[in-house]
């Protein structure tokens, strides 16, 4: 079903010439694709769940697809589980993101195969994750390119969402365009960024991937500056992404820093939020297909395969190397477990604080939450501040009042 839907895309994506063949092509096709993914929930019903959450912020809603993949879950415990989130399409135009989702999902349910792969030995690294997939993260932009806007990266009310998050949020460089960059009138102004900063607040996943097109590319952060974390942390993604790009990805994908690498600098990204204040200890964004000779005005070609062969290559490769990715991750849980284990004669640390506070040197899981109301503090601290001077400018007001109709009855008094 989804090959046949997705090689007649392909077909009429490259016979297209007209605006009535591309109104023609995007009739419903974001609704097909999720339905399709729907239905693919209800058929595994023992394994995936499906839930779906609406935000609104001024009169502008958004509305998001989330799926929960738990092999077993009835029988195991999530809490020693290794937590993933991943995230396709939060830029409208990259319409490639959402067919690997669809992809990933199909392999974690059994209606699709990886080659080469043993299953067994996949189902036991499986039954050690907990992943949620947002196949869809701006379904409103991707309507807009449906209708034939297809240079469409924002969301429906013209926010680029990977420049709405809070980590050196506004900031513009030299090369700053206002159209593709708009990062909206605050942080998290937008219902769509506001869904995914509640989900990983309430997940607290170790792996974080956000997937885009545009170019082939392992990023780690920073986006906002052309450096990486220190420490070994860092290390560790690096390696990580190394060891992908040679196996799956024949070592033609660029691995850094964002903003070391991609040419420029990014600001108020969901990367950089999710490792710096949301402390996921592995926060990466994957850049999975890019046309670098297509012109800048034919973007659908820019961000996506235009034939079948592109198609099912960049598909291929990047489950293969997503598989990789959760294969390494339990293998470096299991590494720290020991470590844990180890140290526990003379303190013990739960895995949840090994991975998001010994790995990282940083606050663990409830460093994390006593962050969030640290943050509240300083917000109750400003109000309060800006309530003891607009006190202090009324009282001198009402003081000022008062020495005014007083004067000329002082002035009038006999000494």
């Known amino acids: 079903m989804h090959f046949t839907r997705s090689v007649s895309l392909l077909r009429l994506i490259k016979e297209a010439d007209t605006n009535f063949m591309l109104t023609l092509l995007f009739d419903n096709y974001f609704g097909a694709l999720l339905e399709e993914i729907e239905s693919l929930v209800h058929r595994h019903s023992d394994k995936l769940s499906i839930e779906k959450v609406t935000s609104k912020n001024k009169g502008y809603e958004a509305q998001m697809t989330i799926v929960t993949y738990n092999r077993d879950r009835k029988e195991s415990d999530d809490k020693a589980k290794l937590r993933i989130l991943l995230t396709f399409g939060q830029h409208a135009r990259e319409l490639i993101t959402t067919e690997l989702a669809l992809r990933l999902l199909s392999i974690l349910s059994e209606e699709e195969f990886l080659p080469n792969v043993n299953r067994s ?89 956000n997937v885009h097109s545009g170019m082939e590319a392992l990023f780690m952060p920073y986006d906002h500056k052309n450096t990486t974390p220190d420490g070994i942390p860092s290390q560790i993604m690096k390696s990580m992404l190394e060891e992908l790009n040679h196996l799956h990805l024949k070592d033609n994908c660029l691995v850094g820093s964002g903003g070391g690498s991609v040419g420029y600098l990014a600001h108020g990204t969901a990367t950089d939020y999710m490792y710096d204040v949301a402390r996921v200890p592995m926060a990466f964004t994957f850049e999975i297909y890019g046309d670098l000779k297509a012109s800048s005005r034919d973007c659908f070609k820019m961000f996506n395969p235009i034939d079948i062969t592109s198609f099912n290559r960049v598909l291929n490769d990047w489950s293969a190397a997503f598989f990789q990715m959760f294969s390494i991750g339990v293998q470096q849980m299991d590494g720290l477990q020991s470590k844990a284990i180890a140290s526990s004669f003379d303190h013990w640390v739960s895995m949840d604080d090994y991975l998001n506070g010994y790995l990282m040197h940083r606050k663990s899981r409830y460093g994390k939450k006593m962050e969030v109301l640290d943050l509240g503090m300083q917000e109750i601290r400003t109000y309060f501040r800006l309530f003891l001077l607009s006190s202090v400018l009324l009282l001198f007001m009402f003081c000022s009042r008062i020495s005014k109709t007083t004067r000329p009855l002082v002035s009038a008094m006999s000494l």
Not at 165 to 183: A, I, R
Not at 193 to 198: A, E, F, L, N, T
């Open 121 to 209: 030995t996949l189902n036991r690294t499986l039954d050690r994750l907990l992943i949620k997939v947002v196949p869809m993260e701006n379904l409103n932009g991707r309507k807009l390119v449906e209708d034939g806007e297809l240079c469409e990266r924002r969301n429906g009310r013209g926010v680029d969402l990977n420049r709405n998050w809070s980590v050196d949020w506004g900031k513009k460089e030299k090369d700053y365009d206002p159209y593709e960059e708009n990062p909206g009138t605050a942080p998290f102004s937008e219902p769509e960024s506001q869904i995914m900063r509640k989900l990983s607040v309430s997940f607290e996943p170790h792996i974080w991937v």
